[in-house]
């Protein structure tokens, strides 16, 4: 039985979001969202400010510095595409070139200096263009682009040219698009299309073709932002304005770095208040696409684990393929909301139906058996020997006359079912033609979600270019994959976005007393005792076992008597990391002479292995629990990171964590746990009773609170196990490893 301990936690899941959201800790801001000039307690912003890019896509006046008409010049294709862009834009026009009087019938104005008026966007075609940001920043222009490369992209001399033209951009007053970016801003967008959008934000303007190729598809394109090397402008500023205008429906992201990752988050954390789904491909799953981006775009692609959860704590939704990332985009942009989880799928083969059933479920889902009485409705057309209970078999035949439409209907109507999912192997006149337009009929008359997958190879037929591709209200994809991901991603976005409450509205503004006594605690650039770090986790409320530090034999054997036996002793000291392995833990000792005999070969062993120790540690010896592992690190891109997993040994051969980037609240903290592989443990197995979860979050939020306080000196920490004990008894921090920064 366990003794009483300092910092005893509690089990209310009341308390358990105090301790989330900073309460009894200095003055907090609840119950509104976080606005321009908040900080939270590590001195960050809790709030995207947006940058007014109005006049960047649609300018009064635009300059083209370098501009050329001289055949088979590059300026010159350049120049021509900018000169229509304006047009379509309807803004004034400022050739600018040193020696040409005119460009395509344009007055050129000799330098930048002699512009009539002040220009809204100047784009820059010469080679060296730091020059003209200088002077662009004199005559007071808004936005300027660059799309010369060697820069951050090439190594360290251009690593050193750009941080020389971001400085000349910082001091300048203007925003700046590039270096190393294109022409994809000034693309011409089709206006006859209708509906919701996507806009596109892309680090690699070829990869951000499929999705402009929707347009042709009849999905509409609003904008398009080919970031480049980011030495101004950057994804979260586009994401951050994209996410505010009124037509953007979604937000596609080809992503190969993040140029800092906290704007991110608090670009994503406005598309989620505003319920924009943000669809992203992001390079770096791998060490070669790492390396690879890297070497594209001069950024950080961050440790993948962390960038996966961070994107799905605030709701960016990634996919792996630029075709996933047409699909998805295009369903989330124009689908209306889901009216339920329940999925259907309905073809006119049962080994199709069957397959995309399987496919549906492993991609996680919800495939409701229909109710008896449906069944019933549907054996009214469809023949008795064919299964009817989801996936829904037709035959082939009601196809072709009334009873196709009836049969959609009925489906459509069972309040289980939000989505219908037709798959369409292939081509088979008539009976296809009039398929999908019963399905495009339907499709229009109901609030539900109607997709069609069309698998011929071809794609030329008219029911599939005409007839689908014709109705706004189908979803139609090519592949059973996509759909399924698509679908996935739409209901899974509208579960979230209902549900959302930002981190950042709760994240604590001020330092908790806990930091002031940690402070104290903390040696900057070396690495923690043992008992040193438990006392850091007793600074923050984390429960350690009862233990003492001693120096002596005698003083270990009297500290076993308060401890009470068993104990367990292990050796102390700030360069100790794996005790284990150097046998420098004794456990179960239950007798003063086993505790002496102990003591004697734990100094032994630390003389032996030259360990310098600060003492020996008698500690109270604590059973029956799930050894767990709460951490923090340090993330290039996000900062403090926390990490909880099976601990003990499987910490290293299971690798089963979830990781969180701070801010976050319990029901992250609870969905931490929900993805790990053995939360099985949790629940009890083998007669073992439940563990207590509440508890265990309850010390990854107070981990939390400390990365988030300490992020600037804490490089990292590791509570490996911490012992989580039977509902209703907390957890105990076993051991504990702490690096000072």
Not at 27 to 43: F, I, N, T, Y
Not at 202 to 216: D, K, W
Not at 219 to 247: C, K, M, V
Not at 665 to 679: F, V
Request: with cysteine.
């Amino acid at each position: 039985m366990l003794g009483s301990t300092h910092g005893t936690l509690t089990t209310d899941s009341r308390r358990t979001r105090a301790i989330a959201c900073g309460e009894g800790s200095g003055p907090v801001v609840h119950g509104r969202p976080a606005q321009s000039g908040d900080l939270d307690v590590s001195g960050r912003p809790l709030h995207a400010d947006v940058p007014d890019l109005d006049r960047f896509f649609r300018p009064r006046s635009v300059a083209v510095i370098g501009a050329s008409d001289a055949e088979g010049r590059p300026n010159t294709g350049i120049t021509r595409q900018l000169a229509d862009w304006a047009e379509r834009v309807g803004a004034r026009l400022y050739p600018v070139h040193p020696s040409r009087p005119s460009v395509f019938g344009i007055p050129c104005s000799p330098s930048v200096a002699g512009l009539p008026e002040q220009v809204d966007l100047a784009v820059v075609l010469v080679g060296d263009p730091l020059p003209v940001i200088v002077e662009l920043a004199e005559a007071k222009a808004r936005f300027a682009v660059v799309f010369a490369s060697g820069f951050a992209e090439t190594g360290p001399e251009g690593e050193a040219a750009q941080l020389r033209l971001t400085a000349a951009v910082a001091q300048s007053g203007l925003r700046l698009l590039g270096p190393n970016t294109n022409l994809n801003a000034f693309e011409r967008f089709r206006d006859d299309l209708q509906g919701p959008a996507i806009a596109l934000i892309t680090q690699s303007g070829h990869q951000g073709r499929p999705v402009f190729a929707l347009q042709e598809l009849g999905i509409r394109l609003t904008h398009w932002a080919p970031t480049g090397n980011e030495a101004d402008l950057d994804s979260a500023d586009f994401l951050s304005y994209f996410a505010e205008q009124p037509e953007v429906g979604a937000i596609a992201c080809y992503l190969e770095g993040l140029k800092d990752g906290r704007s991110f988050l608090l670009a994503a954390d406005r598309a989620a208040r505003r319920g924009v789904p943000v669809v992203a491909v992001k390079v770096g799953r791998t060490e070669t696409g790492a390396r690879t981006a890297a070497s594209h775009t001069g950024k950080l692609t961050g440790a993948d684990a962390v960038v996966d959860a961070a994107l799905r704590q605030y709701g960016v939704i990634r996919v792996d393929g630029l075709d996933e990332l047409q699909d998805t985009a295009a369903l989330l942009a124009r689908a209306r909301p889901p009216r339920a989880d329940g999925v259907v799928v309905y073809s006119i083969s049962g080994g199709t139906g069957a397959h995309v059933a399987d496919l549906a479920t492993e991609a996680g889902l919800s495939l409701p058996v229909l109710s008896e009485a449906k069944q019933a409705e549907l054996h009214q057309w469809i023949p008795e020997y064919l299964s009817v209970a989801n996936p829904v078999d037709n035959g082939g035949h009601p196809v072709g006359d009334e009873r196709g439409r009836k049969i959609i209907d009925a489906l459509l109507d069972d309040p289980a079912v939000g989505v219908l999912i037709c798959p369409v192997t292939g081509p088979f006149p008539p009976l296809s033609d009039r398929l999908v337009r019963d399905l495009v009929d339907a499709a229009e008359r109901t609030d539900k979600l109607v997709c069609v997958v069309w698998g011929s190879p071809v794609g030329t037929e008219p029911a599939y270019r005409e007839v689908l591709l014709g109705s706004s209200r189908v979803a139609t994809f090519r592949t059973v994959g996509n759909c399924l991901t698509a679908v996935r991603a739409h209901l899974a976005h509208h579960r979230f976005t209902t549900a959302y409450r930002s981190p950042f509205d709760e994240a604590p503004r001020t330092p908790s007393p806990s930091y002031r006594k940690a402070q104290a605690l903390m040696q900057p650039g070396l690495q923690l005792s043992e008992h040193a770090a438990k006392q850091l986790l007793r600074a923050y409320g984390i429960r350690v076992p009862r233990e003492q530090l001693v120096t002596s034999a005698a003083a270990a054997v009297r500290a076993a008597g308060l401890v009470g036996y068993p104990v367990v002793m292990k050796a102390s000291g700030a360069r100790i990391a794996h005790k284990t392995e150097l046998g420098l833990v004794k456990i179960g000792l239950t007798s003063a002479s086993q505790v002496r005999d102990a003591y004697r070969e734990l100094t032994d062993i630390a003389r032996y292995e030259d360990v310098a120790l600060d003492g020996v540690l008698v500690c109270q010896m604590v059973e029956q629990g799930v050894e767990m592992v709460v951490g923090v690190a340090h993330d290039d891109l996000f900062g403090p990171t926390v990490t909880v997993g099976l601990g003990g040994v499987l910490v290293e051969v299971l690798r089963d964590t979830a990781v969180g980037v701070p801010p976050f609240g319990e029901e992250q903290a609870r969905d931490m746990l929900a993805g790990l592989r053995g939360r099985a443990l949790l629940d009890g197995v083998r007669g073992r009773p439940p563990a207590d979860r509440d508890a265990l979050v309850e010390v990854v939020l107070r981990v939390q609170r400390m990365a988030l306080e300490l992020g600037d000196q804490l490089a990292e920490l590791e509570i490996n196990p911490l012992l989580v004990l039977p509902q209703g008894q907390g957890a105990v921090a076993l051991d504990a490893l702490a690096v000072c920064r």
